[in-house]
């Protein structure tokens, strides 16, 4: 089975978030693809199978399967675009989430997503000395949506993920925490303890909800993002509505094979 990896949202080698992309040429029991997951020990592993002339894709962290994941979508759109088919420059996959397309203009890869708006929830009362610093407010979608006052809380976070692991398990799939930025209109960080992720580098699906979020309170349809972990990454991002779109860059790291 022909295997890549790919740094997505990324300017160069060895930022962003790397996922690893697998093209199937026949269906696999879901406990071989979690297995093979779990062996390449990256955020996210993308399947893409070609079935009745769809696109079928699935992801998996090296614990579970997951509905939702924007920086392995965006490197499946990579392989898909720079080297099975280099002249497409629209692609659709059939995933847990619905149809989801990716249009490439010229380095940049931008998703179509179901928009997840977060409601305004009560504060878990272990949050702030989970996170180890004040917490202004939370927000409910899939993911707990956790605001700081800024960036550099943010930049600084040093989690107590036995803690978050509690407070997210009763609650949510995983905990963001997000600030407004200074040279960019917000900055994020993602953990999900539970799905055997304790942070990962930049997170797609995370700009479904936090997109809504801020263009609401920052009163702009179009914006820029950056994900604060050790290799960061940035993410280009508009509301549309009922969707949104994510975009960014990505860079090829490894190309091979896998023996099944």
Known sequence: MRYFVI????DELFCGNPAGVCLQ?????????QKIAYENNLPETAFLLKKDGKYHLRWFTPEVEIDLCGHATLATAFVMM????????????????????????GDIFAMNFPRRKPEPCEIPPSLEKAMGCNVLETHLSRDLLVL???EENVALLQPDFEMLREISISMAFAVIVTAPGKECDFVSRFFAPNAGILEDPVTGSSHSTLIPFWSRRLGKTKMTARQLSKRGGTLFCEELGDRVEIGGRTKCYLQGEIAI
């Open 7 to 10: 740094d997505a949202f990324a």
């Open 25 to 33: 040429e026949r269906e696999l029991d879901t406990s071989l693809m």
């Open 82 to 105: 720079n080297i099975i088919s280099p002249k497409l420059r629209n692609v659709e996959f059939e995933t847990m989430s619905g149809t989801l397309t990716v249009r490439k203009n």
């Open 148 to 150: 700081v006052e800024k």
